[in-house]
């Protein structure tokens, strides 16, 4: 039989050691389409140039879709500078998913967020989809 004690001990602990992990990592910008469902990903970086890559291989979506989940958010005030990478994940049932990314926000399901670190996400995508074009 497990002690009453020993069971509110365990659940503070696991809700402290969340917080920690949260408050040091972020949150993960929730409701990202699932890999097996996305037809196709739209990409735009307005800081390169107005063209729009439009991914369609099994390995680039995935590869795209991976790169959104990287994105973690703060719980702070939201800083308004404007996104300049644009992601649209188009759902095989028709539906649209629009990501839109700055230096410090990130625009998802039409609510702003503060986001923790962009630097990774910023120029991998600039790097696998747009500056390495220009070198090949």
């Keep these: ?3 009453k004690r ?5 659940i503070a602990s696991l809700l402290t050691g969340l917080l920690v992990f949260y408050f040091l990592h972020g949150m993960p910008l929730f409701g990202m389409p ?5 037809d196709y990903v739209e990409i735009t970086d307005t800081h390169i140039g107005e063209e729009t890559k439009k991914i369609t291989s099994e390995k680039d979506i995935k590869t795209a879709r991976n790169l959104a989940g990287v994105l973690r958010y ?3 005030t939201v800083n308004d500078n404007e996104p300049f990478i644009i992601m649209v994940f188009h759902i095989k049932d028709g539906k ?3 990501l839109s990314v ?3 926000t990130a ?3 039409d609510k702003k967020y503060s986001i923790k670190d ?4 910023i120029k991998a995508v600039e790097g696998l989809y747009f500056i390495s074009e220009k070198y090949e």
């Design 118 to 121: 962009t630097d990774f996400f």
């Design 1 to 3: 039989m497990i002690n």
């Design 107 to 109: 625009l998802w399901k």
């Design 6 to 10: 020993n069971f509110i001990t365990f």
């Design 96 to 98: 649209t998913a629009k």
């Design 34 to 38: 699932d890999i097996k469902n996305i």
């Design 102 to 104: 700055g230096e410090k």
């Design 74 to 76: 703060k719980f702070k």
